[in-house]
């Protein structure tokens, strides 16, 4: 189907459905003449987008840029080093470190569990 028909069923504008075009938010299909073509799985995709956005009250934009985010390598650690810098991520513990809080845990268990030798 073409846009105007596939926007009509979605409850949107053919303008809305070229701006998630423009922000690769539309699976990648063209006919012959370079027109957009809708299908069942076009549809079904936009949906879910739509769906998206609303439960996690985000933007076209935002939803754009989470999926560069999480297809491009150079992207997501650039926002993974700025969620570090301001503290809305913690940094992953190293192995080292955990073993190293373990046996800290242990010594202190057992120094409660002496017996003191104060008199």
Not at 38 to 66: M, N, T, Y
Not at 70 to 98: K, M, N, Y
Request: charged share 30%; aromatic share 4%; no cysteine.
């Amino acid at each position: 189907m073409r846009i105007t028909e596939a926007a009509r069923r979605l409850g949107m504008s053919p303008r809305m459905l070229r701006y998630r075009e423009a922000l690769g938010l539309l699976p990648p299909v063209r006919d012959h003449g370079a027109h957009r073509r809708f299908g069942a799985e076009e549809l079904a995709a936009v949906a879910q987008g739509v769906e998206l956005e609303k439960r996690f009250d985000i933007s076209p934009a935002e939803l754009a840029f989470a999926l560069r985010a999480l297809s491009e390598p150079a992207v997501t650690q650039a926002v993974r080093d700025l969620g570090l810098r301001i503290g809305r991520i913690q940094a992953p513990r190293r192995a080292l470190d955990f073993e190293k809080e373990k046996a800290l845990r242990l010594l202190q268990t057992r120094a409660a569990d002496r017996p003191s030798n104060r008199s």
